[in-house]
């Protein structure tokens, strides 16, 4: 008979992974339609398709992993299955972070009046630096993911763990995620407090200038909007993902199945930040949804 976790966790398998796969499959499909039809995507907008391949990547392995934990691991190959799923899921992790910084950086690059030369020389090169971006971000997960579950594998396998071992897994978890996670979440943070100045000083000029244009407003909001929502999901999913590497693994205790849960709710966050944070996302659900609309 199964569990009342269990039960809850696989109820979470089925809602979360449609809900995941239709709202970053949809933001994917926007886009590759109108590079089909030959329009030039923006910085943002790369970003953006970026981020809802990589939220359809994780959505897909996790929900994978999640459900080989709960109902395959007395297979013979399920320590194999654990590490390549636990790659997968350290390498989205990562490259979320860093897309979210990106984007930030495009939307105050895009939308902040800035006088230093060396932001005025970033945006005026800013699409030239997206795709090196990109890459950068990809190969830098890449490099920091493969160490660490490497690491991983070596602290819980019981034949070969040492205190060495265990304290260099701890230390290069420490020094690992000050670098891959921290600089992009400080990296976001800065981009978020120049763009609530640049919407403090476009309020304070409109009311002194009723005659003010109200779009670039409605822009910076939008823009905040996003980047503040998108930065809180990536606080919370850093004390989710922190509380799991400092916990014993235990798929039975209510902890793990909140980590399992919130984990899985993530993608679809982030799917539906974007698509109100964007007004072509946004329209295109609109016609979905109420086609006579």
Request: net charge positive; proline share 3%; charged share 10%.
């Amino acid at each position: 008979m199964l569990s009342a976790l269990l039960v809850i966790k696989t109820v979470m398998l089925i809602v979360t992974w449609p809900c995941g796969i239709i709202l970053n499959s949809s933001i994917i499909a926007v886009y590759l339609r109108d590079w089909k039809k030959g329009v030039k995507l923006g910085e943002c907008e790369q970003i953006s398709l970026s981020m809802g391949c990589n939220n359809l990547l994780f959505q897909c392995f996790l929900t994978f992993g999640v459900a080989f934990t709960s109902y395959g691991q007395h297979l013979s190959f399920a320590l194999k299955v654990t590490y390549a799923s636990g790659t997968v899921y350290w390498f989205s992790v990562i490259l979320t972070f860093w897309f979210t910084a990106g984007l930030s950086i495009c939307f105050c690059l895009r939308l902040v009046n800035v006088s230093p030369k060396f932001f005025i020389s970033l945006k005026r090169r800013l699409f030239r630096t997206v795709t090196p971006f990109l890459l950068w971000s990809v190969a830098i997960s890449f490099f920091f993911t493969i160490p660490m579950t490497w690491t991983s594998g070596i602290a819980t396998n019981k034949n070969i763990t040492s205190y060495d071992n265990i304290s260099f897994h701890f230390v290069y978890l420490i020094l690992g995620g000050l670098f891959v996670i921290g600089v992009p979440s400080i990296i976001t943070s800065i981009c978020i407090l120049l763009s609530v100045i640049s919407l403090l000083r476009h309020i304070r000029r409109m009311k002194q200038n009723t005659q003010f244009g109200s779009s670039q407003l409605k822009n910076l909001i939008k823009a905040c909007r996003t980047m503040f929502l998108l930065m809180a999901l990536n606080f919370l999913f850093f004390l989710v993902i922190l509380s799991s590497v400092f916990t014993p693994y235990n798929e039975e205790t209510t902890r793990q199945t909140v980590i399992f849960s919130y984990s899985m709710l993530n993608p679809s966050g982030q799917a539906v930040v974007l698509i109100f944070g964007n007004s072509k996302l946004l329209s295109a659900w609109s016609k979905t949804l109420f086609p006579h609309g």
